[in-house]
């Protein structure tokens, strides 16, 4: 049977109800042959669990999911009872023949029904009705486990309920099975719904009874359903409102009733649910109707809201619940009733989430990027760009450098790269000489020692006192090394093949080296240079390297800095609206021959630009329109290097990356949401405005389309086009694009940070959801406790806030330790309290007019950080500063081995990668 292992307390917690979801995962592949590997197996939704289980060992559902059974459990071998040792079960797929699973799934629906929060009581259950196989008899059988007084609980508040969302067939068996117990049940087949699939398919009526509400409704509102094309022929007089629905959502020319819609509203996908809001905001837009909040509210908080969570059970149970639509909603009214001032907050997101969420599995997904645009690469800067500019570096031979020690200390650069020869000497004596060879007959001398054990004999050196000490001007080197050699040695060495794999060995002597004939080579180096005035000569960026020994014994008079004259910005943007042009023009109709043309045309521009402001930025005009020079100054050679993002001289053929100063970045699988801000300069180098976004200059983003005049179809609509509707557009156009409003930027930041805190709001004992302590006042959000009862962590206050200092900081006081006045440590910047926060915390009753408790009194003067006093979140021990044996120093925690400078480095690198 196919096995997975958890935790202990984790298996503890499942022992109680031993039901979990997995759901088909395709890892499949193609192989460097180009054959098709196929990799699909069977893994658990909740990540407290592992494993990995052949396809062919559960057979699930055809979207991919199945309901599971934990059955006994395997302990390791070792037997560790510890929090953290790992437990193996096996499980089976769900059956309802057995009459232990039905009674697993009915105590789920019952222990769940327990708590008043509890939204998803019915899901294992729901499930196991809606995928398994069984009649009325099972069924029956399943009930009369319980004794009669629970009757009225579970049917009555149960499958009276539930059962709506089930199959024709499935709701009449259900109707047979609560006959048995006095209970009467009526089959809900809505008119609407068998009406709309008998007109879009009516050669299926035998089939339509074993199908459940919702595939019903999909079949008739969701084209290609299930890989099946349906042509739907719609007569303008229906009053079928589901058909009616799908003409509104397929044709512009079609009205609707849109406050008749509440019940098929919730009955529908969530991808449906969001047509019809965009939909709906289109027809205000075209002037059919009226903005209404009451219809966008009845969308948030559907009362038909029952359908919605029975869908979830069936398609996409103990998943992270999609709360798109309804947070959509929220912020259209929330923003409709601010009078367009903001969106929600912090708090209200929160509490948004927890109300809508599964208490026992507190996994939520905001879904904004279904209606907020994410970056889509955007246009940043080229790491492989070589630069707007080239430069060269006038230089004349500096005499004062040219001196014995100067020239003696460039050999012995040189030969250092090599190694020192070596000879054998005393180990022990103080006199640092070679080894006389009556020295290394007595030194190197062996003996003949026997193992007493084995008996086995074997030799070995009588001494090893013997140690390895280098000649101080004598060198190892190679014959391949006659380039450099020959720069400075008397005796020239003969050219050999530096190619070659075995390079043999040279013994150089510095006695062998001259000073004047390095003087000479160097000298020699200046006549190879391009020459100018009076003696000087030029260096080109790409000959530095090579003419390092020449610089330096030179000094530089003059910097050239050279414009580029192939330098583009990257075809894909056409941030100069080149491209459109040619287009417009129609005179290549050659691809090859556009973008050289293309590149032509942006090449001149952006030479043009950058020697604009080299004259701004060097305050002279350009030298026979080839260069600009000045006089030397390393500082300046730096700024306009940086500026100018020179990276090295482009080779004779350079490739696209070499000349594009733009690239889209990777993004992977985090797409960040289009938040830019406009930068308050232009790019020195070309000119050009750009944004900030996320530590990165962006001068392309993705926000064009989503003003309204640049949408093409309702179907694209995004909240800054709803709100654009009704009157509050949040996007206004710069220089380098469209920039969206403070209110939105706010709004996302405070999503994200609802997202990072909600997946701490889960017990770790129990996994139950964590609730705000609603007794906390303006710290309502920073307590939270678990409200299982079972749990033993139940009612127990977890600090949870963000850092009050660094904002970006996540306290967690299950983590972070307190530091001696008792404030939690914050993970991200270590900051704790400071006296500043105590004097804030006295002034509060100081203006209430009340005494200082005594609390705040004792701890007046007596902050930390403001004193330079840091504690460790991980140990509580205070920051030490640290100090290597390679006499290094950093700020870290002897206890716990942190070095928390590096990783605060590891984080900005992160950040701003």
Known sequence: MPKLSTNKDRYEELIKNPLLFLHRVDHSYTDWNGDYVENISWEPINKDFNGNISKEQIIGNERGMALVVAELVNQTEDNDQSKNSTISFEIHEINATKQDDWRLVINSFIIRSQSADERYPYLHLLWMLNYCKWDSTALTRALNIYDAQSHPFIIGKGFSLFSRCLSKYKQEQVQKALANFGYRYNVYVPSVITEAVSHVLPDIEEKK???????????????????QSVTRSIEDNTNNLLLILYRWLHNENATIEVTSLRSLFSIS?????????????????????????????????????DFIRYRYCLETPDMAIDLAVPLLCDCIITLFNSNGQTFQSFDGILDFAMMRCDIANPSISLGMEKFLPQCHGGAVYNSDFKGFIDYSIVCELDEEKFTEDNLKTTILDFLNTRSHLTYDACGYADEKRPLTDEEKIKCFSTRVIKDEQTGKEYTERKFNCTVKRPFENKWVVYDTDFVWLNCFLKQPLPAVDIRKSRPETIIIDIDQTSTEILANYIRSLAKQCEQAEKDRFVVFSRDVRKYKLLLNYSKPIFSRFIPQSSAIVGMQFDVFGILKSLRHEQILNNDDALKEEFRRRESEEIRKRVINTLKQELNQDIINNSYFEVKYDNELHRKMLGLYYFKGSLPDNPSDTQIEFLKCQHLGDFKPFCAPRLAEATNRATEMPYFWCRGLECFHNNLHSQILANCTSWSYYSLYHMIEIIGFPKLHETPAGYEPDVTVTEFIACANRVMKKFRRLKCRNCGHLMYTDKSSGYNRYNYYSCINPTCSEYNKPIYLSYCFKCKKGLIDSRDSKQCPNGWYICPTCLSCCDDAQYERQAQRYILAKKPIPERIREKLGHGHNDKGEFFC?????????????????????????RNFDKEREIRDTYRFR
């Open 873 to 897: 979140p991980q140990c509580g021990n205070p920051v030490e500063i640290i100090t290597e044996e390679d006499g290094t120093t950093y700020k870290g925690c002897r206890t716990c081995k």
């Open 269 to 305: 996908s969530n991808a449906i649910q969001l047509d019809i809001i965009k939909r709906y905001f289109h027809d205000i837009r075209l002037n059919r109707v009226l903005f209404d909040p009451k219809v966008v509210e009845e969308f948030k908080d559907n009362p038909f809201v």
């Open 209 to 227: 009874a074993y199908w459940n509400l919702f595939k019903l409704v999909d079949y008739v509102l969701v084209d290609n359903v299930f890989q």
